[in-house]
Antibody, heavy 119, light 109 residues
Framework: QVQLQESGPGLVKPSETLSLTCTVSGGSIIDYYWSWIRQRPGKGLEWLGYIYYSGNTIYNPSLKSRVTVSIDTSKNQFSLSLRSVTAADSAVYYC?????????????WGQGTLVTVSS | QSALTQPASVSGSPGQSITISCTGTSSDVGGYDFVSWYQQYPGKAPKLMIYEVSKRPSGVSDRFSGSKSGNTASLTISGLQAEDEADYYCCSYAGSTTRFGGGTKLTVL
């Protein structure tokens, strides 16, 4: 059974960089697209970006200038960096696997990690 | 990028059927057969219920079904049960990007 687990700081200061890592267990990171999705408190889901095991990335156009997703296949991990954060970036951040070809078929999800942006 | 449009809330009584709509454009819902639906309980991660418009993952009840007409996709839940009370989100491929709907809160009366 594939499992995903997010890790990283729960508190980030404004203007700094939010960094999270997703560790994949129970399956290989190879041959799939992996994604970051966030949910602001009381709000809906927002897709942030994809990465393929080869390193190819696809980003949400509205966040493209601030987002980087990277992957380490040797560790079965992929990561999110979100630069210049503000309070509006406070959210629960989920990592997920796309069962298809980066088409929004997220079949496995992490439990989510709450990140608060505050000084 | 604009989110897909869903009703904020729907409700139904046990045993009834309800339908949640998801309206997009020809650039997303109408342009591709890659619409998925997610169920989310409070404080939990979303769960895939429908993918590629109408396909059900293994283990998902056949009370859940999906369809699409033009720029609008729909999720139908038949034989409504108390456990179906949750938030539901649609999601569509949009040509190198992915969009979610704003979410619909389903209340089982």
């Amino acid at each position: 059974q594939v499992q995903l687990q997010e890790s990283g700081p729960g508190l980030v200061k404004p203007s700094e960089t939010l960094s999270l890592t997703c560790t994949v267990s129970g399956g290989s990171i190879i041959d799939y697209y992996w994604s970051w999705i966030r949910q602001r408190p009381g709000k809906g889901l927002e897709w942030l970006g994809y990465i393929y095991y080869s390193g190819n990335t696809i980003y949400n156009p509205s966040l493209k200038s601030r987002v980087t997703v990277s992957i380490d296949t040797s560790k079965n991990q992929f990561s999110l960096s979100l630069r210049s954060v503000t309070a509006a970036d406070s959210a629960v951040y989920y990592c997920a696997r796309d069962e298809g070809i980066a088409v929004g078929t997220f079949d496995y999800w992490g439990q989510g990690t709450l990140v608060t942006v505050s000084s | 990028q604009s989110a897909l449009t869903q009703p904020a809330s729907v409700s139904g009584s046990p045993g009834q059927s309800i339908t949640i709509s998801c309206t997009g454009t020809s650039s997303d819902v109408g342009g591709y057969d890659f619409v998925s639906w997610y169920q989310q309980y409070p404080g939990k991660a979303p769960k895939l219920m429908i993918y590629e418009v109408s396909k059900r993952p293994s283990g998902v009840s056949d009370r859940f079904s999906g369809s699409k007409s033009g720029n609008t996709a729909s999720l139908t839940i038949s034989g409504l049960q108390a456990e179906d009370e949750a938030d539901y989100y649609c999601c569509s491929y949009a040509g190198s990007t992915t969009r979610f709907g704003g979410g619909t809160k389903l209340t089982v009366l």
